[in-house]
DNA sequence: CCCTTGCTGGAGTGAACGCTACAGGACATC
DNA sequence: GATGTCCTGTAGCGTTCACTCCAGCAAGGG
């Protein structure tokens, strides 16, 4: 490029700054965890000093909490239930209308996980730890998993509403607990593992599960 | 306590120290990562000065990758398929034999997350972190994990010899990411979270899965 | 035109980091 | 009891860490 990003910019941009800040973070801090995120690294990848980032958050701590923070409403917006066109509700039997509407939900799942999957990189690994000071940024994933695991709570009351709450609870954590495990083999084995595929099969074990469970009780 | 342990062990002892420098290791790293594991903290737990540690590993990347090696075996001896009694060979369908036998595999290995998670929680740390320069202790983590693979793709053969090889190794996949998952959702959850009950729904989702696999093919 | 506000730039703090140097104690072998 | 090996204990190396201080500059308002 001949014209080189002109010299500095020329005005004061503390909102441009703070994004540019948090998308480093959350790219570092998916990369390295908790500790391995320096705030030397984080300025260098932001193109700020670090007297930027101090001014724009307290400390790492709260640096950290803020990138959980703004991912929250996008990771949980993945989590709803699509609706479906009303001529495949009449077409299909309940039992099958389920699975269908199950498989879209997972498939759209997927796609969020492979479009940014820094944010459920960190928030695992923040998971994971377990340091005597627990960092906020991990106590901040912990809520959002568990509004996440609510709503899955909730979709499955929708598409099974013939299963015992409790059942459906146990059913809940299996399903959220089985994502994380299948995005985890993505980031570990790359594009060997297809993640849109492995999402669907899981969407037919839990239809299959549903199935079984609702026999047993 | 009116017996201290007695002012300092009164003879040279390697093996005895390496296994505590060790022990130490794996409790810290399991709970705090790579970065976060400081040889300050471990030469503190260890009860042995930094200069022993180095004695004994060439540096923090050998030392925690030592740590993996050392579990290297018990974690696979807990992924292998068990004999089962003649008895209930004769007396089961194979198909409700091939189950029952899962979930024996399912419990055998949520006992052994129980009894030592240490191990699996750094290994899973160790495999989602990205940095530019990869510590031993991840590559053989990942060795570790691919050969786990292996195994459940053979006991997949051995329970379920009419599936193709490819849909094998994808149940197997699903399989094994699943149960990194379950395990994970324990450490979030802790009591709360029942590891036996979820792993035996695991077990149960998989024949199900293997059913209708068979029927679709 | 000055003054406040919002933000940047650079220089620097003490503490913690990984790691090393080296003297010396405990034991085994002779 | 001398000698060599194994391991411990102390001190400290250079570097990086999170974080601070403060001068200075561009806008906006008076």
Same mark, same amino acid.
């Given at each position: 490029m001949a014209s080189e990003r002109s010299a500095r910019q020329r005005r004061a941009n503390g909102e441009e700054s703070r994004r540019r800040i948090l998308d480093?973070?959350?790219?570092? #801090?998916?990369? !390295?965890?908790?500790?391995?995120?320096?705030?030397?690294?984080?300025?260098a990848r932001a193109g700020l000093p670090a007297s930027s980032i101090y001014w724009h958050f307290k400390d790492k701590d709260e640096l950290i909490a803020a990138v959980i923070e703004r991912s929250f409403g996008a990771w949980l917006e993945a989590m709803t239930l699509p609706e479906v066109e009303p001529a495949a509700v009449e077409a299909l039997e309940p039992v099958e209308l389920a699975r269908r509407r199950a498989r879209t939900l997972a498939a759209q799942m997927a796609k969020a996980l492979l479009d940014?999957?820094?944010?459920?990189?960190?928030?695992?690994? =923040? #998971? =994971?730890?377990?340091?005597?000071?627990?960092?906020?940024? !991990?106590?901040?994933?912990?809520? &959002? !998993?568990?509004?996440?695991h609510e709503r &899955? &709570?909730?979709?499955?009351?929708e598409l099974a509403p013939d299963l #015992?709450?409790?059942t459906?609870?146990?059913?809940a954590t299996y399903a959220l607990a089985a994502a994380d495990g299948l995005f985890i083999a993505h980031e570990i084995g790359g594009d060997d593992v297809d993640l849109l595929d492995l999402f669907d099969m899981h969407a037919h074990a839990l239809s299959d599960t549903v199935a079984r469970l609702r026999e047993a009780q």
């Amino acid at each position: 490029m001949a014209s080189e990003r002109s010299a500095r910019q020329r005005r004061a941009n503390g909102e441009e700054s703070r994004r540019r800040i948090l998308d480093a973070t959350v790219e570092i #801090a998916g990369e !390295r965890g908790y500790e391995g995120t320096s705030i030397k690294l984080v300025s260098a990848r932001a193109g700020l000093p670090a007297s930027s980032i101090y001014w724009h958050f307290k400390d790492k701590d709260e640096l950290i909490a803020a990138v959980i923070e703004r991912s929250f409403g996008a990771w949980l917006e993945a989590m709803t239930l699509p609706e479906v066109e009303p001529a495949a509700v009449e077409a299909l039997e309940p039992v099958e209308l389920a699975r269908r509407r199950a498989r879209t939900l997972a498939a759209q799942m997927a796609k969020a996980l492979l479009d940014s999957p820094d944010f459920l990189r960190l928030g695992l690994m =923040l #998971a =994971l730890e377990r340091r005597p000071e627990e960092p906020s940024a !991990r106590t901040m994933f912990l809520q &959002v !998993r568990h509004v996440a695991h609510e709503r &899955v &709570v909730h979709a499955i009351g929708e598409l099974a509403p013939d299963l #015992a709450p409790t059942t459906a609870r146990r059913l809940a954590t299996y399903a959220l607990a089985a994502a994380d495990g299948l995005f985890i083999a993505h980031e570990i084995g790359g594009d060997d593992v297809d993640l849109l595929d492995l999402f669907d099969m899981h969407a037919h074990a839990l239809s299959d599960t549903v199935a079984r469970l609702r026999e047993a009780q």
